[in-house]
């Protein structure tokens, strides 16, 4: 028989909601659940790094009482949620892994928070990233690093690392994340979770940090939810978006899986997950292999977009006077570990300045972007295409890093999968759908145009009941 903290780490936001509308559940009940065993399995996977959880209590016993009352109202009611600390939450400090912010108190939610809260949901805390969240791995001089509940010796991805690592083991009923280079994607494919990356301007993005002011930048930004299943992660794109995605006939959609590239790495493993999932499609979908549009040129031009002005933005936010040098502070921390800057920032700022694309090269990227947009525009109308994450599951802590971030350029081999939905700005849910021989997961991405979110959401959901969709991590119960 299954108990009832097992039961409620289990469900999905929406579920919770429905059952604290009901009185089947209380809000008081399934919130001190999740902090219990947000306590327990942080002392392993280091996921959360700060908690308001006397507050979280008492919203508890607010919404319980709304709901006695017969006042419920709000799609997520008492639903405990965690959120990556690079969203303004009034009363805690964003400090995006920096020591020198650990002490600035925000005093007003991000345009999102403020969205989720008006729904009745109940913040627990904030989890971890790696500093100014510029990196694929989750890692910071504050907070430390976030490991693999799965396997503690793998990778949690990043930037929304702890995000990935709290929802697998079921920290929360949900969580919310943001993606530039695969920042949600890649802890959904680590850790085993749904996660939803947004277009482009299809989610507001006031109160996140560090501030994407750059327009080929923020054309690539996506905010969503890292989730237990599908339908939360169109629950949540639902609530945070400016419109609520339109209804699409998904039998009109053609399934496309993109040609072969040998200069792509693809582990065995991966392969065999989309031979299956091709397989699983065909009977009911019409299935083409297509090479995208820019697919080859998608991991340069990302890479040159992250290094216009030699990421100088980021750079004088990494220190508190904002003098801070990257090589100095990289030579310092290797040498004696002395800099309050993590090694995989520091290094990221180095490429960033070695890959700074000169002002023709940029004139170039923009002319590129306006001619890709019409050309995917007329391509993935009625298109969703399918693409690994990465090559492998998740890797061992430093891996990653090393694959995406090597002076060699290596990330136009390891980029391409994730690169391609922020270059054209296009929606993206990650779907797990089978593991390694190690018991890794293995996500999947399906991608669209803008406006075509709830075919991606319907095809999502009839994956996940075909293949492995989410299972919840166990071994910290």
């Known amino acids: 028989m299954i108990d009832i903290d097992t039961k409620i780490l289990d469900m999905d936001a929406g579920s919770l909601a429905a059952a604290i509308r009901e009185g089947s559940l209380r809000s008081t009940e399934v919130t001190e659940t999740c902090i219990r065993h947000l306590k327990r399995m942080n002392e392993k996977v280091n996921c959360l790094t700060q908690e308001r959880f006397e507050e979280a209590r008492q919203e508890a016993a607010r919404a319980d009482e709304l709901v006695r009352s017969g006042q419920a109202a709000g799609r997520l009611l008492g639903v405990p949620i965690t959120i ?10 964003t400090t ?37 969240c510029f990196c694929q791995e989750t890692d910071n001089k504050l907070h430390g690093r976030t490991n693999n509940p799965w396997n503690p010796e793998r990778t949690a991805g990043g930037s929304s690392g702890g995000e990935g690592a709290c929802i697998a083991a079921g920290g929360a009923a949900v969580g919310i994340g943001a993606d530039i280079g695969g920042s949600i994607r890649f802890p959904s494919h680590c850790n085993g979770v749904v996660g939803f990356k947004s277009g482009n301007s299809q989610v507001p993005d006031r109160g996140n940090f560090p501030d994407v002011t750059i327009p080929e930048q923020s054309r690539m930004l996506g905010i969503g939810a890292l989730a237990k299943s599908v339908a939360d992660a169109r629950l949540i794109h639902e609530i945070i978006a400016y419109r609520p995605p339109e209804k699409r006939d998904l039998s009109t959609f053609r399934i496309v899986f993109p040609g072969k590239a040998p200069a792509y790495p693809l582990g065995q493993a991966t392969a065999d997950a989309l031979v299956q999932l091709r397989h699983g499609l065909e009977a009911e979908f019409t299935v083409e292999e297509e090479t995208p549009p820019y697919y080859e040129e998608s991991a340069l031009i990302w890479q040159q977009i992250m290094s216009i002005d030699g990421a100088r933005h980021i750079r004088r936010l990494m220190s508190e006077d904002g003098q801070r040098h990257p090589i100095t502070e990289y030579v310092k921390e290797k040498l004696a570990g002395s800099s309050d800057i993590h090694a995989y920032l520091s290094w990221a700022l180095i490429g960033a300045n070695m890959f700074k694309p000169s002002s023709r090269r940029l004139d170039e990227i923009r002319d590129l972007l306006r001619q890709g947009d019409d050309k995917l ?76 979110e709830d075919a991606l959401f319907r095809l999502g959901e009839r994956i996940e009941q075909q293949f492995r969709g989410y299972v919840r991590c166990r071994q910290y119960d």
């Open 84 to 93: 990556k600390d690079c969203f303004h939450v009034a009363g805690m400090r």
């Open 96 to 132: 995006a892994g920096l020591r020198h912010r650990r002490n600035i108190v925000e005093q007003e939610d991000a345009e999102i928070v403020r969205l989720l809260k008006n729904e009745g949901a109940i913040i627990l805390g904030k989890t971890n990233t790696p500093q100014l």
């Open 377 to 452: 525009n007329a391509r993935l109308d009625r298109s969703i295409l399918i693409l690994p994450v990465y090559h492998s599951a998740a890797p061992k802590h430093g891996q990653l890093y090393k694959e995406i971030f090597s002076i060699r350029r290596t990330y136009l081999k390891y980029m391409p999968y994730v690169a391609y939905a922020n270059v054209w700005g296009l929606p993206s849910l990650t779907v797990p759908v089978a593991e390694d021989g190690d018991g890794m997961p293995i996500g999947i991405q399906l991608i669209s145009l803008n406006g075509n």
